[in-house]
């Protein structure tokens, strides 16, 4: 059984790699699709195991054991884990260990341990197993970059001194599904947007508070209807209003100008930024504002702000006549069509 892209290291101590079927064995069943890396700093040992490769649609667990091979009580001991955006973490189960998770596009998903409810007793094992899984439709960072493949693990003490961190690769079956498409990264390729940060458009409620800190409730009456959401902290300082429908998030609201699009743009940008990023653009007037959406950025949609009756005549059976100084007021993500009519 190979290893794929394995790395281990420690602050000091013996490294190991350990082949997957043996270190599961010894729980009972072989699992000869994963890749198991070990490591081990003086009185804690640290063993990581991953699955070797995902395909659109799977699921895996990534598995992180720690050992007290000391003869005191260990206390102040944190375990990281860190894994790829295009990667989704699942909710963790009812009754597990407690977990607080930061995500971010560049980064990923960082999911923190505290191994001190209990503290680790000498010679005590812990494991934390995390399932996950790759959307079947496109991973969640499609157009993010780096196209990172490593799953990390590390082991810090009370004075955040990393005892012990390593890494194994989690291979995309880029037979199952092109890649450079899947992720939006070939020059002229076409993606369609349904995440920003943490939030996803069809995950749940209870997805999005797990994914990110700091989320809160929202609710707000318009026109005699009521709705009801998320506010959602984003990279940079900014934040999004996420819509409810039930429990499924069905619109991804912006008015912040601190949150922009992968190409830079949002609140306050011209009419003419939209078009020389996107190209040729499709108009309509809702509810008395202008809207703009692009056939090479399906899933957003731009907010130009109010018109004129007779504006709006015009906008509608020539979008070429709206201002290239006509500035973004809000945007959107949400699913439905992106093709001019």
Not at 134 to 161: C, E, I, Q
Request: hydrophobic content about 40%; glycine content about 14%.
């Amino acid at each position: 059984m190979g290893q794929r892209g394995v790395h281990v290291w420690a602050a000091a101590g013996l490294l190991a790699v350990v082949p997957a079927c043996e270190v599961a064995g010894r729980g009972g069943g072989e699992r000869a699709d994963t890749t198991a890396v070990a490591a081990y700093d003086g009185p804690m040992a640290l063993q990581l195991e991953t699955p070797a490769v995902l395909r659109p649609g799977e699921e895996g667990e990534v598995r992180v054991s720690v050992t007290n091979r000391s003869d005191t009580v260990a206390n102040g001991v944190r375990l990281d884990l860190f894994v790829p955006g295009w990667i989704e973490p699942a909710v963790p189960e009812p009754g597990g260990r407690e977990v607080t998770i930061a995500s971010s596009i560049e980064d990923g998903h960082r999911l923190s341990y505290s191994l001190d409810d209990p503290p680790l007793r000498p010679g005590q094992p812990v494991t934390v197993e995390q399932r996950v899984r790759v959307p079947s439709a496109t991973p969640a960072t499609r157009g993010a970059v780096p196209w990172g493949r490593m799953v990390r693990a590390r082991l810090t003490g009370p004075s955040g001194r990393a005892m012990a961190e390593m890494e194994s690769e989690v291979a995309f079956d880029s037979v199952a599904v092109d890649e450079g498409v899947l992720l939006g990264l070939t020059p002229g390729s076409v993606v369609r947007r349904d995440r920003l940060g943490p939030a996803r458009l069809g995950a749940t409620a209870a997805e999005l508070r797990w994914s990110a800190a700091g989320i809160r409730d929202t609710s707000w009456t318009e026109g005699g209807t009521s709705g009801r959401g998320l506010v959602v902290p984003l990279e940079g300082g900014g934040s999004a209003l996420v819509v409810l429908s039930g429990d499924t998030v069905t619109l991804i609201t912006v008015r912040d100008p601190a949150t922009r699009t992968r190409e830079r743009l949002g609140v306050g940008s011209t009419y003419d930024e939209l078009r020389a990023a996107y190209g040729r653009g499709c108009a309509d007037v809702v509810e008395g504002e202008a809207v703009v959406w692009f056939p090479t950025a399906p899933g957003i949609t731009f907010a130009l702000g109010r018109v004129s009756p007779q504006a709006a005549k015009v906008i509608r059976s020539d979008p070429g006549r709206i201002p290239g100084s006509a500035r973004v007021t809000r945007w959107w993500l949400r699913h439905g069509g992106e093709h001019c009519t």
